[in-house]
């Protein structure tokens, strides 16, 4: 994601993964991210 913001994308789309072991992790950044 962070690569991803510095290249100065205008938007950056991203697929829901389910909210269980790693994907709870990863849709908590993911949320954080776009706030």
Request: charged content about 35%.
């Amino acid at each position: 994601m962070r690569r991803l913001d510095e290249a100065g994308l205008d938007m950056i789309l991203a697929e829901e993964v389910p909210e269980h072991g790693l994907g709870i992790a990863i849709m908590d950044r993911l949320r954080k991210a776009s706030a």
